[in-house]
């Protein structure tokens, strides 16, 4: 396969760093940019940061040694999605997490089994042509759910690096699981990484950047989960990190890279770092540009 020249590809294994180092190459002052893969081979092929979810982890034999940082999805949203609930139980998942750990290296952090609180997971029905069963619980026992799990999750691993998650579906909402945190004896403010659940598709939008804004004055250092360009020149600003993985949907519609033989780029390594290169080299947004995009 032909390279291109403009792509940043993968040194020889052994001359990469170890899991946590610093992301030198991002231009969003402060914030680490994740690619997001189900190819947990591309561990061994870059050092970019990667995020992957632990159920990519479930059949491996063959293990392959992180070269970089990476961190732990826990897969919540298909697992509601399909099922109504959490199918691994809390034990289960911090076996995995203590195997994936000891097989691939220290990761930055992985993520609870938090309940998100989007429309389709909780009501169901069937969105851009996909089934969802729905959970048909309310927004507070969904955090409440969330709460619960992220403690159960820290009593039985707490050298694991779980961090917690806050779920809502407006600005009050999520104020109200920051206070579920506060009563629980969680200081949010003193997590290396707090993730912000059910922004995704909202990430562009008002609501969205409202959302984001808010929680982010609280002093959080928030994680943006499945974010895109358009909500990171929006809100890209106000994250310590967020995980896309938009560079695929992009290249399933474009032709693939010169050399290529495949039919589309949308498992390419090589095109997922060209992405991710050219998103954090764009310089982030000043205070007008922000003001004329609202």
């Known amino acids: 396969m032909t390279q291109p020249a403009d792509i940043p590809r993968a040194l ?10 610093p992301a030198a190459d991002i231009q969003w002052p402060g914030m680490r940019f ?7 081979h591309w561990l061994r092929l870059t050092d970019v940061p990667l995020f992957l979810k632990c159920q990519h982890f479930d059949r491996a034999i063959k293990w392959d040694e992180a070269q970089g940082p990476y961190a732990i999805d826990s897969g919540g949203f298909m697992d509601l999605k399909d099922n109504g609930t959490w199918t691994r139980t809390p034990r289960q998942y911090v076996t995995d997490l203590r195997r994936i750990w000891e097989h691939v290296g220290p990761y930055d952090w992985a993520a609870p089994q938090d309940w998100m609180c989007e429309d389709a997971i909780i ?8 089934h969802f069963v729905g959970t048909h619980l309310s927004v507070r026992e969904h955090q409440r759910r969330t709460v619960q799990n992220f403690l159960e999750l820290r009593s039985l691993a707490p050298e694991l690096k779980i961090r917690p ?11 109200d699981c920051l206070e579920m945190y506060d009563k629980a004896g969680v200081d949010l403010r003193k997590e290396p990484t707090v993730g912000l659940g059910s922004v995704c598709r909202l990430q562009s939008t008002k609501k969205g950047a409202e959302i984001v804004t808010a929680m982010a004055a609280h002093g959080l250092r928030l994680h943006g989960f499945g974010f895109k360009i358009l909500g990171l020149e929006r809100v890209g600003h106000l994250l310590a990190s967020a995980d896309s993985a938009a560079w695929s949907a992009h290249a399933r519609r474009r032709p693939p890279l010169p050399g290529h033989t495949h039919k589309n780029c949308a498992n390419c390594i090589d095109y997922a770092l060209k992405w ?16 004329v995009a609202a």
Do not use: C, M, W
Request: hydrophobic share 25%; charged share 20%.
């Open 12 to 21: 020889p294994a052994r001359q990469h760093p170890r899991a946590g180092a």
């Open 34 to 40: 994740y690619l997001t893969t189900h190819k947990r």
């Open 123 to 130: 009501n169901g029905g069937t969105f851009g042509g996909q």
């Open 165 to 175: 998650v806050v779920q809502g579906d407006n600005i009050p909402a999520y104020e």
């Open 276 to 291: 991710r290169q050219r998103v954090i080299s764009t310089p982030p947004p000043t205070p007008e540009s922000l003001e």
